[in-house]
Nanobody
Framework: QVQLVESGGGLVQAGGSLRLSCAAS????????MGWFRQAPGKDREFVGA???????YYADSVKGRFTVSRDNAKNTVYVQMNSLKPEDTAVYYC????????????????????WGQGTQVTVSS
């Protein structure tokens, strides 16, 4: 059974930093794209950033230059380092892993068969 477990969320002041982790189990994800979406209250889920199986990274314009997505295939884990956080970054952050979707520019066209984590809350106070 595929399982993704996020950790590292919390409360931080504007301008601060957090690092989220997502540990995957149940299969080897080295060939999967892995990354992050987020959903703020009252808004749709939106793409944050991802890293392909080949190690290429993709980011939404809203986080480019502030967030860095990376992966450790030996640990089946993907990370997002979030710097210069803003109140508008407040959201539940979800990890995803997908072998069939497409990463193009600032978008991740994730497939219906993707695996998702349960989410972790990030709150940025002003």
């Amino acid at each position: 059974q595929v399982q993704l477990v996020e950790s590292g969320g919390g409360l931080v002041q504007a301008g601060g930093s957090l690092r989220l982790s997502c540990a995957a189990s149940g299969r080897t994800f080295s060939n999967y794209a892995m990354g992050w979406f987020r959903q703020a209250p009252g808004k749709d889920r939106e793409f944050v950033g991802a890293v392909s199986g080949g190690g290429y990274t993709y980011y939404a314009d809203s986080v480019k230059g502030r967030f860095t997505v990376s992966r450790d295939n030996a640990k089946n884990t993907v990370y997002v380092q979030m710097n210069s956080l803003k109140p508008e970054d407040t959201a539940v952050y979800y990890c995803a892993a997908d072998s069939r979707g497409s990463l193009l520019g600032t978008r991740w066209y994730i497939s219906a068969g993707a695996s998702w984590g349960q989410g972790t809350q990030v709150t940025v106070s002003s």
